[in-house]
């Protein structure tokens, strides 16, 4: 004799647990669609603004090591292609990597002739941004460390006030960005100018 033993807080379970299982597969599925749209759409923005000269006398030399960032890399250059102060020139320096860096650079470089390339063997972070200061023509210094991407008009502003300032140095706030949160490490609520005179005994003092 067969009997058929029905539990329904199980069948239940089984049902939601696949429902669950379901809905995650579309959501990615969409997310990973608009993620491919988005950055097709990203990329011809990229060359139809793209500069086929080069610039003369940058007002910033933007230094960027890269080094097995594949993941990060193109975020991080698009951000600096697309800056509102256009008379930059970014220096990026392949540290040795052995993922898809170089490759991603090059394609960047194919398409904006501001992007100056610099391989080398590994050395670390220190050796890669002094190759880069070795090249470097501009006004002003600028590092990105290649997993991190700054606002779009983030050097105009950091140029412009340098220069109404005239100040050696100009700083920015510093966000740290988590997948759903963010967090500021450095954040400057309001402009503030910092003269400092420097001792030969390296002792310094902040005058305002």
């Not at 890269?66 to 951000?79: H, P, Q, R």
């Amino acid at each position: 004799m067969c009997r058929f033993f029905f539990y329904p807080n199980l069948w239940l379970k089984v049902f939601i647990a696949f429902l669950w299982y379901y809905c995650c597969i579309v959501v990615i599925r969409i997310e990973y669609y608009m993620y491919t749209k988005d950055k097709e759409l990203l990329r011809k923005r990229i060359e139809k603004i793209g500069y086929s000269e080069k610039v003369v006398n940058p007002k910033v030399s933007v230094i960027v090591p890269a080094y097995n960032v594949e993941s990060f890399i193109e975020k991080c250059l698009t951000t600096l292609v697309l800056q509102t102060l256009k008379d930059i020139e970014i220096i990026v320096i392949n540290d040795g990597a052995t993922d898809s860096t170089p490759e991603i650079i090059s394609e960047f470089a194919a398409i904006d002739s501001r992007i100056k390339v610099i391989n080398k063997q590994n050395g670390g972070l220190s050796s890669a941004r002094n190759a880069g200061l070795e090249v470097a023509r501009g006004e002003y210094i600028g590092f990105v460390d290649s997993d991190d991407w700054v606002d779009e008009d983030f050097y105009e502003k950091l140029y412009t006030t340098a220069k109404n300032r005239q100040c050696d140095i100009a700083c920015a706030t510093i966000v740290r960005k988590r997948e759903r949160t963010q967090k500021y490490r450095i954040n400057y609520i309001e402009e503030k100018i910092f003269r400092v005179i420097i001792h030969l005994n390296c002792d310094y003092q902040e005058l305002n």
